[in-house]
């Protein structure tokens, strides 16, 4: 990683740049793909799967059989794991149901919001060099709560033509049972456009590497929505004098072990922890198993000392992170003042991969510079905000004067007659 000291503010857009490749390249790239699946459908599916994937594909959707199989072949410790994860995320995304309030606005003028679920969803799940069994609980719980009435599930298959038993069985858990082999920008296009097996979908949701990105992008362009632009991992630690270099150091690797284009930053007040953390990540990083991988996201990777405690602040919020750590006193105080973030940990105790897995908060963020704009996946997320209201006889006169003197002076006459033929009559 490299060390950097006191860096002035104008310096920070090149310092804190992501190691992206360039989105126009990605798209040229990926264009071919979605056109191809959306005229070939499920051919081009099986024809990128062996290409790909190294695979022959049969038929794309998961069998009844193999689901079956794959929930016997789960380990009851991971089950375990699995249905407790589950259980919090309920727990948290069910708080965030909201019951319907009528509001008066004038005498006899009655206005309300009903959440509706999204009828069709589609669900992308990585499987590639770690099958993120954890993301579906993090998008099918809330698409089952939602209600969302259709929810497709697509996963790259492995060498062998079958999709990893915990994705299976996560599914299974969830109630979620239209799976397909499929895996990158095909997978999106297949959801997008529809094929003879694989369902079109209204919007998609899913994490995956800028292929994936790009094509959740492209779609987007055609009507399909989607969560959110949500790439390579990273995360922002914020360590002061307090904090435990080893702690640090373990929540560093543990994003840049998601892939090589992963980023992780560490910021610090006190210039004593560069060497201390950077020794912490050598000591860890030789017992990763993912150690090459780890090792080529903290060659894009940064160690970072400011002043104070604003500084480091101001520095965070303009790098908008996906993940932000606070290992500093008083954490719960500084995190007043975050305002660019996917998601924020608190205090020294408080791992990032706990809300990677199973806290109940959700691990779907906005990468890459979007948590400025963007929140992460919620039970929002899937449904729609409908508005409905009734006027009575008695509050269309009251509104009614109103009405008719703005739509005349935006000139808009038929407007101002929809009023004033109910008036007189």
């Not at 892939?259 to 201390?276: C, H, K, M, R």
């Not at 940990?345 to 990468?367: K, M, Q, R």
């Not at 209201?389 to 004067?401: D, F, P, T």
Request: proline fraction near 5%.
């Amino acid at each position: 990683m490299q060390f950097i000291k006191y860096p002035n503010s104008e310096s920070w857009p090149e310092i804190l740049q992501r190691p992206t490749q360039s989105l126009a390249e990605i798209e040229q790239r990926v264009l071919p793909i979605l056109a191809e699946v959306k005229q070939h459908g499920d051919a081009a599916l099986k024809a990128f799967a062996r290409q790909y994937d190294g695979v022959e594909i049969d038929d794309l959707k998961v069998a009844e059989t193999e689901i079956n199989h794959a929930v016997a072949g789960v380990s009851e410790e991971l089950k375990t794991a699995i249905q407790t994860a589950k259980s919090n995320i309920e727990k948290f995304h069910a708080k965030q149901q909201t019951a319907v309030e009528v509001v008066e606005t004038t005498p006899g003028v009655l206005c309300w919001r009903k959440s509706v679920g999204i009828e069709k969803v589609g669900l992308y799940i990585p499987g590639g060099s770690a099958p993120l069994f954890s993301t579906v609980l993090m998008l099918a719980v809330p698409a089952k709560l939602a209600g969302c009435g259709e929810i497709i599930l697509c996963s790259p298959p492995d060498k062998t033509g079958k999709i990893h038993p915990a994705i299976l069985y996560a599914a299974h858990l969830c109630g979620v049972t239209k799976i397909f082999k499929a895996g990158g920008a095909q997978a999106i296009a297949a959801m997008a456009y529809g094929t003879e097996s694989v369902p079109q979908v209204y919007k998609i949701f899913g994490p995956g590497n800028q292929y994936v990105t790009a094509a959740k992008q492209l779609v987007s362009k055609n009507g399909v929505a989607i969560d959110m632009p949500a790439g390579p991992s990273e995360v922002l630690v914020i360590g002061d004098d307090e904090a435990r270099p080893d702690f640090i150091a373990a929540d560093l690797l543990s994003q840049a072990e998601h892939g090589p284009d992963s980023q992780v930053i560490f910021v610090t007040t006190d210039e004593a922890y560069l060497n201390l953390v950077h020794f912490a990540l050598d000591e860890q990083l030789k017992q990763l198993p993912r150690k090459e991988i780890a090792e080529q996201a903290l060659a894009n990777s940064k160690m970072i000392v400011v002043k104070d405690m604003e500084e480091a602040l101001r520095l965070s919020n303009f790098y908008a992170p996906e993940h932000l750590i606070l290992q500093v006193r008083d954490a719960e105080e500084v995190a007043q003042h975050v305002v660019n973030a996917g998601s924020v940990f608190l205090g020294h105790y408080t791992p990032e991969s706990a809300g990677d897995y199973a806290s109940g908060t959700n691990h779907t963020l906005p990468t890459n510079g979007y948590a400025t704009a963007f929140s992460g996946v919620s039970l929002d997320s899937f449904v729609k905000k409908i508005t409905f209201q009734k006027i009575s006889r008695e509050g269309l006169q009251q509104l009614g004067g109103t009405i008719e003197i703005m739509a005349e002076n935006e000139e808009l006459f038929a407007h101002k007659n929809a009023v004033s033929i109910r008036i007189k009559q």
